[in-house]
């Protein structure tokens, strides 16, 4: 929405930068798989073992 409303925002970041921040799609690609990386492959996800119930303790 930056670029929507403040088209000049972005001039000053490094033109490398410019494109990828001014593309919603890029950006919000870039943000989900940084936060991909930090809460799955980081361990800040800790696993938890699945509950049994009584289905499945009575199939074993």
Do not use: C, R, W
């Not at 970041?13 to 980081?42: C, R, T």
């Amino acid at each position: 929405m930056i670029p929507v409303g403040v088209p000049t925002f972005y001039d000053g970041f490094p033109e490398f930068l410019q494109p990828v921040l001014s593309s919603s799609i890029a950006a919000g690609g870039i943000a989900a798989f940084v936060l991909n990386l930090l809460l799955n492959e980081l361990g800040l996800n800790k696993k938890k073992e699945p509950a049994t119930t009584a289905a499945t303790a009575s199939a074993e």
